[in-house]
């Protein structure tokens, strides 16, 4: 699997044809590393419905007609938005497709979220499997104690964790988590977008 950083929160996971978009926010990201209009995703991802995650997804999901999973709530607001090809699970659902071997979970994240709309919605997590790999993109979260338990299922190939601080962890707290994960790789986001998240990777290493 291909994982391309895009800025703040955003990733591309991509196998084969399969292109998985996470948290699209590119117009407005003063770190985005891609134009919305360049991306051909097959699939897109949303966290939660924070603009700094909802970002460019009607957009990109009207031009491409790529599959949109989001929470229920979220999901109803991207159809009413004329967004046609929408799963709506809710915190512990799963959806799977026939591409390369995809299947998309939602776990808990403890955060709040309101879309640029102004819909309230339930963040969450998203345990990602593409071509038998594991990625846990953690959305925004503070840290608690049943993010653990996403290991006891599966075996986390690639964390994706937020270390920003003052919206979701600090580095700090964002090494409890990848301790307990064990994962291969760990890749930390959602830092140094603005000024209020400012931190230090390297830190974090
Ligand atoms: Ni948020
Ligand atoms: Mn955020």
Known sequence: MDIRFLGHACFELSEGDTRVLVDPFLTGNPKAGADASELEPTHIFLTHGHQDHYGDVVDIAKRTNAHCVAIVELAGELQEQGVENV????????????????????????????????????????????GGKIVYHLGDTGLFSDLQLVKARDDIDVAIMPIGGHFPMDPGDAVVPAQWFGAKQVIPCHYNTSPPIEQDAQQFK
């Not at 699970?89 to 309101?114: C, K, M, Q, Y």
């Not at 102004?118 to 969450?124: E, H, M, S």
Request: charged share 10%; glycine share 12%.
């Open 87 to 130: 799963s709506d699970p809710n915190i512990g659902g799963t959806v799977t497709f026939e591409d390369a071997g995809l299947w998309v979970r939602l776990t808990p994240a403890w955060h709040t979220s309101t879309t640029p709309n102004g819909l309230v919605n339930t963040p969450a997590g998203l345990v990602i499997n593409l």
